[in-house]
């Protein structure tokens, strides 16, 4: 007989039954994962792949291409992008250059070290804390590590798991923690896990105005819970959680 899924097994589901199964990430390879967060700033997911797509194509995704490369070749990659062009222009030039100084450019090598280690070896890179550097462990399947991004964050805080702190990272480890018990340790689902959630916090669990009313998770939703009767529900909203308890983890 199947393991009966926990909590958080059954809100992946349930969000995968409403969304569907998730792309899989552009890479799996570290370097092209840290050049994909530096390449834009604020930038949507069509113009951050956009703008990845044009510094394959034109420039090269490998360690030595983008130092080879001139400060126009660059701009011309990052401008396509949302803006800061300047400013990711040299985020990708640094994290090259670290690649090679510190790396020998071969950032693979990083990908077998114990977990500690690995992740502190990716946080020396430009916009990459420790969220990040887990998420390349994750995404790598190199560690299957439950890493998550703001987004997926906000929906698991409003779900009630591990409350908010007043700084992120201690909001983040808090999280973590509340659900590690909860999780399918393989990388396969929790990259699909990290994906939904982001998913959902982008389209439906917005930072201001979530579409609480349309959540496919509202009925045990803390945050929508906590909004007592000022928000009108729909006749037949409870489709949340609740309903999926008795179903069997993957």
Partial sequence: MPAKATPLQNIIRR???VSGRP???????PFELILWENVAYLANDDERARAFSALRERIGTKPGCISAASGEELLAVTRQG?????????KLRRADQIALRLFKGNLKKSLQLPYLQARKAFQEFPGIGEPGAEKILLFSSAQPVFALESNGLRVLRRLGFGGERKIYIATYRAVQA?????IVPKCGWL???????????QEVCKTNRPRCEACCLN????????????RERPSGSRTGVSTLRSTSAE
């Fill in 15 to 17: 969000l995968e039954t």
């Fill in 23 to 29: 792309k899989p990430p552009i890479t799996t390879d």
């Fill in 82 to 90: 949302r803006g800061f062009a300047s400013q990711c222009a040299e």
């Fill in 178 to 182: 509340a659900v590690i018990n909860q």
């Fill in 191 to 201: 990259i699909r896990a990290h994906q939904l959630l982001r998913q959902h916090g």
């Fill in 219 to 230: 009925s045990d939703c803390r945050f929508y819970q906590s909004q007592g009767t000022s």
